[in-house]
């Protein structure tokens, strides 16, 4: 069987010293995550990037630059992640955004306060925390997409 990694996308937002998480059930259990999830068909990874940051948090994002990639098998599931991380800016705010399914909420913290917390879904959203607040940032053309058209 060939080994099949999912592709996944989590952005940092920064704002008044504090990083944007997600609260959300995973496995029955509330845990914070960054505003994450997968790539859809069609979709480069960072309009997937932005479209989580706004489904997930109702902030609309411009992504500024590339935090790195990070892999990490769930020991839930055995499942294998490759997360792109960016770092993002919120360009606006819809208070009264439907929020995706088991997002129970946004919160603003401190790496701190998620260490803290006990609630990181991931040791990978600790890392990513850490890695941008240690100023890790790669330029966005770090990243290659062939067109998604069928001329070669």
């Keep these: 069987m060939r080994y099949k990694p999912n592709s996944t996308v989590?952005?940092?937002?920064?704002?008044?010293?504090?990083?944007?998480?997600?609260e959300e059930m995973d496995n029955g259990k509330v845990v914070y995550n960054q505003p994450a999830g997968h790539i859809e068909e069609n979709e480069t990874i960072i309009q997937a990037a932005m479209r989580e940051v706004t489904e997930e948090t109702g902030h609309t994002c411009k992504v500024t630059a590339y935090l790195g990639l990070y892999t990490y098998t769930a020991p839930s599931n055995g499942t294998t992640y490759h997360r792109h991380c960016f770092i993002g800016s919120s360009e606006s705010f819809d208070?009264?955004?439907?929020?995706d399914e088991g997002i129970i909420g946004i919160k603003w913290m401190t790496l701190d306060e998620l260490l803290q917390s006990g609630q990181a879904r991931s040791p990978l959203v600790i890392k990513c925390a850490a890695d941008y607040l240690n100023g890790k940032s790669y330029p966005l053309d770090l990243i290659y997409e062939h067109p998604n058209d069928q001329t070669h």
Excluded: C, H, S
């Design 10 to 22: 989590a952005t940092i937002i920064e704002q008044n010293d504090k990083l944007l998480f997600v």
């Design 95 to 99: 208070a009264n955004a439907t929020l």
